[in-house]
Every structure is written in C-alpha cells, then in structure tokens.
C-alpha cells in the first residue's frame, strides 16, 4: 500500500511539473487578430503576435528596424535548422494566414487552409511573401522551402509612422480586398481576390436550398433572383424560379415569383412563355404599381424597350394613370424613340410627383426629351 502511495504521488508530481501556465505574451509582444470577410461568404484571418518599435527595455529602435532588428534578404537564425530563412511577419509563434474558400494572392492561386505567412524583406526591390504549409512552428527557426505552399511578391511603400507592427484591410470589394502590414515607416499591401466570387454564392445556395432556405418559395425565388442579375446559371436558375412558383407545399404563384420566372424566360430567350408569366405576374392581386414600375425598368436595361412598354402600359392601365404609372409611360415611349408623347406623360407626372426631388428629376426628364433625348 505504501509503495503504491509513492507510485502514485510521483506519477502525480511528474504530470503537474508536465504542465504550464499561462504567462504574459514573450516580449510583450501582444497576440492580434484580424478578419475580414470578402462578400459574404469568403473568410479571411490573420493571427500574428505584434512587436512595438520600442524594445522590451524601453529602448527605442527607430530607424533600426528595417535591414537590423528585421535583416534583409534570409538569415542564419542561430537557432534550429540553422538555414536561411525568412523573417517570422511578425513576432514569437508563426503568424498565419487562413482562407475558409480558395482565393489567389497578388494573383496566384492558394487553396483554403491555414498558412504560415513569412516575408523577405528587401531594401530595394519587391519583397517576397512566403505562404508555408507549416504553420504551428515558433517563428521562421524552423522554416522550409520544401513546404512553401506559395511565393509571391509585392512592393512595399513609406507610410505613416506605426508604433505597433499591424495588419490590416485597406480596400474592400465585392471580390477582392486588400491587406497590409504596417511596422514603423514601411507598409506591405498585398490583394487576395476571389477568382469565381459567383460560383462561390451558387455552390452555397445549392446547400443552403437542400437545408432550410429551400422549404419556402422565398429561397427558391432569391437564388433565382441571384442568377438572373448576374446573368449567369440560367437553366438553373429557372427551375429553381419553377420551384418558387409550384413546388409542392410550399410553391406560391405571386408577382414575386411570376416575375423572377417571366425574366428568366425572357433571359432565356423563350419570350412567348416569358409574355405569359409576365402578364399573370402583373394581373396578380396583390401586385402594386411601384413592383411593376421596377419590372419594366429592368425590361428596358435588358433591351426589350418593345416588352418593356408593354409593362408601362398595362401598369398605367391598371391604376388608371396613378403615381408612379406616368413616369413609367415617359420611359417607356422614350425608349422606343417616341419622345413627343413621353413629353405628355412626363408633364402629367410632374403635376403629381410627391416630392422636390422627383419634380427636380422630371423637369430635366421634359428638358431631355424635347431635345430628342432618350432618358433612360
């Protein structure tokens, strides 16, 4: 019983003196995260620890740490493999670079992963950015060009002094964005583009649409929506819209849906199916003058002025020339070349336009049109 006590006790001993604890960051060298989505969908993360450009004993390294306390080109560590190696980006554990889908880099292509991210810094010539497989090493000690998953390059600019080494998002685009390192009086930036941002969207509305989205006509009718002002994925997109409109329990026949169906028709270039929808979609019920003001204005920025006007006039029709039917009637002849009587409408819709800015609009409308003008 004794012996199995002291066993256990060293065993004990053995595994608490195994353990660690957290302390404060190695240098004071603060952890950092940064994230920015691109779209919706594309995640883009990086961790990194952040050095300040004054040292740990206060001392103050201006001006030393471009070429000295960061060398130029590859260096002997001293330490690990010894080889020449790059600069860590950053300060203690790797800083890494993580994509949830694949982008490209200054435009070459890096799958979705997590990445380690080095540099070589140069004095006067672009620096290399270093994408390594390996990302759960302790700074650069150990790095590998057998594991670089990309190398790529970018010039590196003056900038405004930065106390604290940063990276951040500069430019964002529905695409694309752009990241920069920041540290002293140098700036880094670098763009990460999505190559196919619209089959990204289509790959996760194709999941979404098997999961929730897809047991009401809404999700159905979006995803159609999408393709449609993309102009692109057609085929698709209609039986998805056929969906939105009859697909059993939860398929609903509303101007919504009719419409998403009719455009893609059209799109598709089936027009006297097209004409059909259309006709229900501004027939149903619960249509308003405004829904189907928007449909000919979308008819008219697809080319079809002939269909177009045909939606103004049914419009017009149905709300007995009510605000904003007018408008629409002006846009509509215009765009047939008929401006004399576009100059009619426009008037009438001026004497009932609801505000100063769409009185303001009108007036330039008549200005443009009787000067054989097409306002759209």
């Given amino acids: 019983m004794r012996l199995f006590f002291l066993t256990t006790l060293l065993l004990l001993s053995f595994s608490l003196t195994a353990q660690t604890v957290t302390q404060p960051p190695s240098g004071n060298n603060q952890k950092c995260e940064v ?27 201006t001006g030393q740490i471009w070429g000295q306390l960061v060398p130029y080109g590859l260096t002997d560590l001293g330490f690990g493999l010894q080889n020449p190696s790059p600069w860590r980006a950053g300060a203690n554990e790797n800083t890494t670079i993580s994509f949830s889908h694949d982008v490209e880099i200054q435009g070459q292509k890096i799958q979705a992963g997590t990445y380690g991210l080095h540099l070589i810094v140069e004095e006067s010539q672009p620096w290399t950015i270093i994408l390594s497989h390996n990302h759960t090493a302790w700074g650069s000690f150990f790095y590998k060009e057998s594991e670089d998953a990309l190398r790529v390059t970018a010039e590196a600019e003056d900038a405004p002094f930065a106390q604290w080494l940063t990276y951040s998002f500069t430019d964002r685009q529905p695409d694309q964005c752009t990241v920069a390192m920041r540290w002293e009086n140098k700036k880094l930036p670098f763009t ?7 089959e990204v969207y289509l790959a996760n509305m194709r999941q979404e649409l098997e999961s929730t989205a897809g047991f009401n006509w809404q999700g159905w009718n979006q995803a159609a929506n999408y393709c449609l002002q993309q102009n692109t994925n057609l085929e698709e997109a209609l039986t998805w819209a056929e969906n939105a409109v009859a697909l059993p329990f939860i398929g609903q026949a509303n101007f919504n849906t009719l419409s998403t169906k009719a455009q893609l028709l059209y799109a598709l270039d089936r027009k006297e199916e097209a004409e059909t929808e259309l006709q229900a979609a501004i027939a149903y019920p619960g249509a308003n003058s405004f829904q189907i003001h928007v449909i000919g204005r979308q008819m008219i920025g697809s080319g079809d002025t002939k269909m177009a006007l045909k ?14 039917t007018e408008v629409g009637m002006a846009r509509g002849l215009s765009a047939v070349g008929r401006y004399a009587d576009a100059v009619k409408h426009a008037e009438i819709a001026l004497s009932q336009a609801p505000d100063q800015l769409n009185k303001d609009n009108l007036v330039q409308m008549i200005e443009n049109l009787k000067a054989g003008k097409d306002v759209n």
């Fill in 35 to 61: 994230t920015q989505y691109i779209g919706s969908l594309v995640k883009v993360t990086i961790n990194y620890s952040s050095p300040n450009v004054t040292g740990p004993n206060g001392q103050d390294r």
């Fill in 192 to 198: 990460i583009k999505v190559p196919e941002m619209t």
């Fill in 311 to 324: 939606v103004f006039e049914a419009n017009h029709q149905r709300f007995e020339g009510a605000w904003p």
